[in-house]
């Protein structure tokens, strides 16, 4: 009796413009490039033309439709901004969407970064920027955190638990699972009350990657088809978790592949077999108890065929620009303005290490999705000039401002302040 748990990512990153070393000093908006064809604001509106509108209409009628229709999101804090600042109908239909009591909304890192690798507090922030984010849109306080690419290991875990959520999602590894099937709730090893829903990687990617491959054995895929194999898992599971970007609809998968006409038609033949159902991530750790313990002692994610950090962060060029953002921390959250903790907060998306990776082998394709460099190491060029501005105008705050008080860091951390003021793979 398999229950099929939809979970999308939704994000899109501010891309840095073309930014040289005579910037550096004089130009302090790294962002915005409205000349480019590359710019935020236009792919923002062709990703919203082509996947987020499109796709939330394509669920709304599902939902109006099947009473048993369940889906979640993890709707990143700069890809809600930019819904406000260049499309603003797109986060009206998501809204829609909630507002059915039938699309979850999880908790994520406001910025999609790396913030947990390298700085626990910095993760703790933005996390609370995220949640009162999607409380000051959505009126709701998510329950189950996701953090970014599904970037998972034991000591998240733990500090997810202890920061009040109940439960977490991850990929299901085959290296972790053993014997053992992604397609039961689990328990983190040490966790106490905390459950841990894991991808069901095969049957995401043969949607999310293989849908428009005609060179596949099971092409073309059928809503039909891919009902039967979801029957096939009955007596071995108690959940299918189709966990991927939601830009598949759409956008990788274009809209000529059939790939609506696949996703309006899937809830019908699901529903076919009595014991099907859909449930919401929190609907899935209510429903079931967790099957095992699971130990990920090392990080996992869903990105590139090896499921690990190595898509950010697998060569020196990347390692240095990370070391060199975070190591900026206790200065720019002492002296920096609003304007400065938000850019420095910006560079985090993790996004921007994808740009700088040198793994164009079988999953070159994927890393040149909306790709604004030519190479890793102009990405990485521009990364570090940006960065020196930053230290530029960090400089300059320390003149103005001879020693940090108690009092300046507590008002340039508050996360409300932070984020409330602005009006988004792993890329498929």
Same mark, same amino acid.
């Given at each position: &009796?398999?229950?099929?748990? %939809?979970?999308?990512?939704?994000?899109?990153?501010? +891309?840095?413009?073309?930014?040289?070393?005579?910037?550096?000093?004089?130009?302090?908006?790294?962002?915005?490039?409205?000349?480019? +064809?590359?710019?935020?604001?236009?792919? %923002?509106? =062709?990703?919203?033309?082509?996947?987020?509108?499109?796709?939330?209409?394509?669920? !709304?009628?599902?939902?109006? =439709?099947?009473?048993?229709?369940?889906?979640?999101?993890?709707?990143?804090?700069?890809?809600?901004?930019?819904?406000?600042?260049?499309?603003?109908?797109?986060?009206?239909?998501?809204?829609?969407?909630?507002?059915?009591?039938?699309?979850? !909304?999880?908790?994520?890192?406001?910025?999609?970064?790396?913030?947990?690798?390298?700085?626990?507090?910095?993760?703790?922030?933005?996390? =609370?920027?995220?949640?009162?984010?999607?409380?000051?849109? %959505?009126?709701?306080?998510?329950?189950?955190?996701?953090?970014?690419?599904?970037?998972? /290991?034991?000591?998240?875990?733990?500090?997810?638990?202890? &920061?009040?959520?109940?439960?977490?999602?991850?990929?299901?590894?085959?290296?972790?699972?053993?014997?053992?099937?992604?397609?039961?709730?689990? =328990?983190?090893?040490?966790?106490?009350?905390?459950?841990?829903?894991?991808?069901?990687?095969?049957?995401? #990617?043969?949607?999310?990657?293989?849908?428009?491959?005609?060179?596949?054995?099971?092409?073309? @895929?059928?809503?039909?088809?891919?009902? /039967?194999?979801?029957?096939?898992?009955?007596?071995?599971?108690? !959940?299918? /978790? @189709? %966990?991927?970007?939601?830009?598949?609809?759409?956008?990788?998968?274009?809209?000529?592949?059939?790939?609506? #006409?696949?996703?309006?038609?899937?809830?019908?033949?699901?529903?076919?077999?009595?014991?099907?159902?859909?449930?919401?991530?929190?609907?899935?750790?209510?429903?079931?108890?967790?099957?095992?313990?699971? #130990?990920?002692?090392?990080?996992?994610?869903?990105?590139?065929?090896?499921?690990?950090?190595?898509?950010?962060?697998?060569?020196?060029?990347?390692?240095?620009?990370?070391?060199?953002?975070?190591?900026?921390?206790?200065?720019? &959250?002492?002296?920096?303005?609003?304007?400065?903790?938000?850019?420095?907060?910006?560079?985090?998306?993790?996004?921007?290490?994808?740009?700088?990776?040198?793994?164009?082998?079988?999953?070159?394709?994927?890393?040149?999705?909306?790709?604004?460099?030519?190479?890793?190491?102009?990405?990485?060029?521009?990364? &570090?000039?940006? @960065?020196?501005?930053?230290?530029?105008?960090?400089?300059?705050?320390?003149?103005? /401002?001879?020693?940090?008080?108690?009092?300046?860091?507590?008002?340039?951390?508050?996360?409300?302040?932070?984020?409330?003021?602005?009006?988004?793979?792993?890329?498929?």
């Amino acid at each position: &009796m398999p229950s099929i748990c %939809f979970y999308f990512q939704v994000h899109q990153p501010y +891309r840095a413009k073309k930014y040289s070393v005579f910037n550096v000093g004089n130009d302090h908006d790294y962002f915005e490039s409205p000349e480019d +064809r590359l710019s935020n604001e236009k792919i %923002f509106h =062709k990703v919203a033309e082509k996947s987020y509108l499109p796709t939330n209409k394509v669920i !709304l009628g599902l939902l109006n =439709k099947h009473p048993e229709m369940k889906v979640s999101y993890s709707l990143s804090g700069v890809f809600i901004e930019q819904a406000e600042k260049f499309n603003p109908e797109v986060l009206d239909s998501f809204k829609r969407l909630v507002d059915t009591g039938r699309a979850e !909304l999880l908790e994520e890192t406001y910025h999609h970064s790396l913030s947990f690798l390298y700085s626990k507090d910095e993760f703790k922030r933005q996390v =609370k920027l995220h949640r009162d984010k999607i409380k000051e849109h %959505f009126g709701v306080e998510p329950k189950v955190f996701r953090n970014t690419e599904l970037i998972y /290991n034991n000591d998240l875990a733990k500090e997810i638990e202890e &920061m009040g959520y109940q439960g977490i999602i991850a990929e299901g590894a085959d290296h972790i699972l053993g014997w053992r099937s992604p397609n039961f709730v689990y =328990k983190p090893k040490g966790a106490k009350n905390l459950k841990l829903l894991l991808k069901n990687y095969k049957l995401s #990617d043969d949607i999310a990657f293989r849908f428009s491959n005609k060179g596949w054995s099971d092409h073309p @895929l059928t809503a039909e088809k891919f009902s /039967n194999w979801v029957n096939d898992h009955h007596g071995n599971g108690h !959940l299918i /978790n @189709l %966990f991927m970007d939601y830009e598949t609809f759409g956008e990788h998968q274009w809209e000529s592949t059939g790939i609506f #006409d696949f996703l309006s038609h899937l809830p019908e033949y699901v529903l076919r077999h009595p014991d099907n159902s859909f449930v919401t991530p929190s609907e899935a750790i209510a429903q079931y108890q967790h099957f095992d313990e699971l #130990d990920y002692p090392h990080f996992v994610s869903w990105a590139d065929t090896e499921r690990d950090l190595s898509a950010w962060l697998s060569n020196s060029i990347q390692k240095d620009a990370a070391q060199k953002l975070y190591s900026l921390e206790k200065d720019i &959250m002492a002296y920096g303005d609003d304007r400065l903790i938000e850019d420095w907060r910006k560079m985090q998306t993790s996004d921007h290490f994808y740009y700088m990776c040198t793994k164009y082998f079988s999953d070159g394709d994927v890393h040149k999705y909306f790709n604004p460099y030519e190479t890793p190491y102009e990405a990485f060029i521009t990364y &570090m000039n940006i @960065l020196s501005d930053i230290r530029h105008r960090l400089d300059d705050c320390k003149k103005v /401002n001879k020693a940090p008080t108690s009092k300046k860091v507590v008002k340039k951390t508050s996360p409300k302040k932070t984020g409330a003021k602005k009006s988004v793979s792993k890329k498929s």
